[in-house]
């Protein structure tokens, strides 16, 4: 194999850790460069900060392959490919935050035969600006599509590689094709800000579909139709596909909410209404509070009473707790007068900061012991194992609503609990079965 090209992070965030260890295992050496000193410390001991299975072991296996730094000095000095790999949050205004991005453009420079490498999602145009402002530096928009829980094998076994640039930056469009050649993926070579598009709309229409399907299920629950049926018989047509076709309590994380938000802020600026996007966004918030009405079916009143909730993460497999349900579901529950208890298997102390007031059991069990009601947040799958004949006997109330239609209805009914799900009225409603 010959030699391969070096590479540079900015950034030892979630993305730029997985972009580092995941190009070290394709045979790069990676400079890794992080602002926070402890991070690097920690970093340096083989102490990862974040939940992403495998890649702890990854970063172990390539340890050699890696280093990790403060100095910005020490990332110039090598590589020519730099990928900046840092937070882009939204602001007050739900534009993006891009000071991580600029910071990092302004200690990078204008080095010689250098190239920027942009991973961080930026609204359209960035790229453009940012080139205009350092002509002497390439620029790529190489956008990330990784998703939680599953980022290393998202890396490793793309879709597609999108590769942008403008006209003169030729030299660093294929290096950075280069480098992602091993894995066999279609690369997108486009430009500059047609690339930044094509990661904001493709994180839109995926939101598009959630808040499509959880719409579908609201109307299910209304007609007595069985939206896990409906998205089964929709998911065969292959023009819609039967992927990211699951209802529930609604998306959260790091990219959807702020990506869609993004995305209708960037078209307002330009003077363009995004109505539809305005719609997924909205029909997601109030997804977030289906529960409280079905808990009202079955109960009077919150006040005074105990609500469990199984998983707080916004989805199995992380301890990402940003824009999750569960935080508004949690404050919700609390605005009525209920006492919160909670278990997470990952999630737990990243909650806590953030949900104070919610009571955190050590385990499904210890939640669920004399609650009125259960809500299921995050399917992990431990829940599916639960013997919910003990859990019915162990509530108070055995009412449990599954915000994510995990589980099998008809065994947790079976098992003498009140089962409610998102767009699955009990067969009793669907005339079509009875
Ligand atoms: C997402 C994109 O998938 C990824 O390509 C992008 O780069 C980053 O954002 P991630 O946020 O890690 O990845 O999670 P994802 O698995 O896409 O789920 C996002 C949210 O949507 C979760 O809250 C999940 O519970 C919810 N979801 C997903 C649904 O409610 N229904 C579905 O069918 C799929």
């Known amino acids: 194999m010959s030699e391969r090209e070096p590479i540079g ?12 260890a995941c190009f070290a295992e394709l045979g790069h050496r990676v400079v890794v460069r992080e602002i926070v000193p402890e991070k690097v410390e920690s970093l340096r001991r083989g102490e990862i900060p974040i939940h992403e299975p495998g890649l702890p072991e990854l970063i172990k296996k390539n340890a050699e392959r890696l280093t990790f730094t403060t100095d910005m000095a020490e990332l110039l000095d090598g590589p020519r490919l730099l990928f900046v790999c840092v937070q882009t949050p939204p602001t007050y205004s739900g534009d993006a935050d891009l000071s991580a ?10 080095p010689d035969g250098k190239a920027l490498v942009m991973k961080s999602t930026v609204p359209v145009g960035t790229g453009r600006t940012i080139h205009r402002d350092a002509p002497e530096l390439a620029y ?19 879709d597609r590689v999108v590769v942008g640039f403008d006209q ?10 280069a480098a992602y050649e091993p894995l066999g993926a279609p690369i997108v070579r486009t430009d500059l800000s047609s690339a930044e598009m094509i990661k904001l709309a493709s994180n839109a229409y995926l939101a598009t579909k959630i808040s499509f399907i959880n719409e579908i299920a609201n109307v299910c629950d209304e007609v007595g139709a069985d939206v896990t049926e409906v998205a089964r018989g929709m998911g065969m047509d292959p023009r819609i596909g039967d992927r990211f076709l699951n209802a529930g309590l609604g998306f959260g994380g790091s990219c959807f909410p702020k990506d869609t938000q993004a995305l209708k802020i960037l078209a307002g600026n330009s003077g363009y209404h995004f109505q539809l996007l305005n719609s997924v966004i909205e029909v ?16 009077d009143s919150l006040v005074g009473k105990r609500v469990a909730l199984l998983g707080l993460a916004f989805k199995p497999d992380t301890d990402d707790m940003r824009e999750a349900s569960s ?3 949690a404050s919700r529950l609390e605005g009525e007068g209920a006492t919160v208890v909670a278990f997470d298997p990952v999630a737990e102390e990243r909650a806590r900061q953030l949900l104070p007031s919610v009571e955190m059991a050590g385990s499904a069990m210890e939640t669920l012991e004399a609650a009125d009601a259960a809500v299921l947040v995050t399917e992990w799958p ?17 009412l449990l609503v599954d915000g994510r239609n995990f589980l099998d209805p008809d065994a947790v009914r079976a098992a003498g ?12 409603d669907r005339s079509a079965v009875s």
Not at 10 to 19: D, E, I, P, S
Not at 140 to 149: D, Q
């Open 9 to 20: 992070v900015v950034g030892a965030g979630w993305v730029g850790l997985v972009t580092a």
């Open 101 to 110: 991005v600029q910071r990092a453009v302004g200690e990078i420079g204008e």
């Open 140 to 158: 790529v928009a190489c956008p990330e599509f990784l998703k939680e829980g599953t980022a290393v094998k998202d890396f490793l076994e793309p």
């Open 168 to 177: 003169g930056d030729e030299w660093a469009a294929d290096a950075v094709a």
């Open 284 to 299: 997601n918030e109030l997804q977030k509070r289906r529960v409280m009405a079905k808990l009202s079916k079955h109960l």
């Open 327 to 329: 935080l508004v579901l």
């Open 382 to 398: 431990e829940f599916a194992e639960l013997d919910w004949t003990e859990v019915a006997k162990a509530m108070n109330n055995p």
């Open 417 to 428: 609990m009140t089962y409610e799900a998102i767009g699955r009225p009990g067969l009793a």
